[in-house]
């Protein structure tokens, strides 16, 4: 027997567990009235019939909770006919103790409730009109209370209709807030997922406008890589220019890495298959470093990274991340002359990369914008790259942490799970 379900309804059944857990809340109480009524207050009822209706809400309710076990949704009739019976079964309770004059008779407000919160209001008004035309009915006909203590009936009376107060306020709250709490959860994942789309949509475009842009400079960077090669070549005739023959293959390697990353682009773009492969952090992280310094041999940069048998994975879209991090930090850096710190830190399940700069820091209210919309820099960037490293570690379960003080330097850290061998 699975009872987690009934704690825990399957999402298709939120409401119909909700009933059921109304019901029986309700026939708790009712049990509980008709024995202190018949043996504490000594009030004449009908015992039989009321302990049959009872009996038969109770097996509905069973039946009910059984239905919970399929995964097939009730829908809006289904919801219904379970609400019709509840009024059914108390409308039958209330004729056989009183009618009209039970304390009890406002019971029908919490079905209501219900009804208005889960059912299209067509349906919603049925019940109502059902339970209207029944008290309606019961103000002329139904069984009446026979009290054996005449002189306290009127305080009977008046206890019952506070019981009465209190369990419907209780099942009206309880529903209708648990109810809205769902709604506001859903409007909340709702929202997420439309800013999850706009920002998928935006990296598309990114993307596209990428390859657009690689497309245009990829003959104008072989121009310039066979102007690079002659230059060469004729300063290695003249003794001359050989002080230039230093300038010319500097050219010469940053050319090689922009025409890496075309081609690295065209591999992504041709559906070539990433590597995930696990590699170890620290020897990852020295040699990305070695490779970044040819990429800026004007910036110092300092390392600061332990032996480590750590490994991670999604290495290739890391090294996307930590580029432009490096990249922002040695254009900030050379505004103050200072060295760029990398500083690795492996703890228990993840590993702690934060690229450190001691530039002119970042304003607050800029830094809340960084990564989630475009914004351009003061050194003349266009904000694009912070988005895509965003963007790039929500795809391998990372997480980009931006920090600064303004006039003492920005603080970037990346946390990165790691492979579990």
């Known amino acids: 027997m699975q009872f987690?379900?009934?704690?825990?309804?399957?999402?298709?059944?939120?409401?119909?567990?909700?009933l059921v857990w109304m019901r029986t809340i309700a026939l708790f109480f009712e049990a509980l009235g008709v024995a202190v009524a018949a043996w504490r207050l000594e009030v004449s009822l009908p015992l039989a019939p009321v302990l049959a209706v009872m009996a038969l809400l109770g097996a509905f309710n069973l039946g009910t909770w059984r239905r919970m076990q399929r995964p097939e949704p009730v829908g809006d009739g289904g919801l219904f006919f379970q609400l019709f019976i509840d009024i059914a079964a108390l409308s039958a309770m209330?004729?056989?103790?009183?009618?009209?004059?039970?304390?009890?008779?406002?019971?029908?407000?919490?079905?209501?409730?219900?009804?208005?919160?889960?059912?299209p209001w067509r349906l919603a008004l049925v019940l109502a009109m059902c339970s209207l035309a029944a008290y309606s009915l019961m103000m002329s006909r139904y069984v009446p209370l026979h009290v054996t203590d005449h002189d306290?009936?009127?305080?009977?009376?008046l206890v019952g209709m506070w019981i009465n107060f209190a369990l419907s306020a209780g099942l009206i709250t309880w529903f209708v807030g648990r109810r809205s709490r769902m709604l506001r959860e859903k409007d909340a994942q709702l929202a997420l997922a439309r800013e999850r789309h706009l920002k998928n949509e935006q990296m598309i475009a990114l993307g596209t406008q990428a390859a657009s842009t690689a497309h245009e400079i990829g003959t104008p960077l072989s121009t310039i890589a066979l102007i690079a090669g002659d230059l060469k070549h004729d300063f290695a005739q003249h003794a001359a220019l050989a002080a230039y023959r230093d300038d010319i293959a500097t050219?010469?390697?940053?050319?090689?890495?922009?025409?890496?990353?075309?081609?690295?682009m065209g591999d992504a773009a041709g559906g070539a298959v990433r590597t995930q492969d696990s590699v170890g952090v620290a020897g990852w992280l020295a040699q990305f470093v070695e490779k970044w310094r040819v990429r800026c041999p004007g910036?110092?940069?300092?390392?600061?990274?332990?032996?480590?048998?750590?490994?991670?994975?999604?290495?290739?879209?890391?090294?996307q991340i930590l580029l432009i991090l490096l990249d922002n930090a040695a254009h900030a850096a050379s505004a103050t002359n200072t060295p760029v710190g990398v500083h690795l830190?492996?703890?228990?399940d993840c590993a702690v990369i934060r690229v450190e700069d001691k530039g002119p820091g970042i304003a607050p209210e800029l830094l809340n914008r960084l990564g989630s919309e475009q914004v351009e820099s003061a050194c003349g960037g266009l904000g694009i790259g912070l988005m895509l490293a965003f963007a790039s570690a929500r795809q391998i379960g990372a997480r980009i942490t931006l920090s600064s003080v303004p006039g003492a330097g920005t603080m970037a850290t990346v946390t990165l799970p790691l492979h579990e061998t």
């Open 152 to 157: 306290m009936a009127m305080n009977y009376h």
């Open 345 to 348: 830190d492996v703890q228990s």
């Open 94 to 119: 209330l004729y056989l103790t009183g009618g009209a004059t039970n304390p009890f008779v406002s019971l029908y407000l919490p079905a209501l409730a219900v009804a208005a919160a889960i059912l």
């Open 251 to 264: 050219i010469e390697m940053q050319i090689a890495l922009c025409k890496a990353s075309l081609e690295r």
């Open 299 to 319: 910036t110092r940069l300092k390392l600061y990274a332990g032996a480590s048998e750590a490994r991670i994975r999604h290495a290739r879209d890391l090294g």
């Open 4 to 18: 987690p379900l009934i704690l825990k309804p399957l999402p298709q059944h939120e409401a119909l567990g909700r």
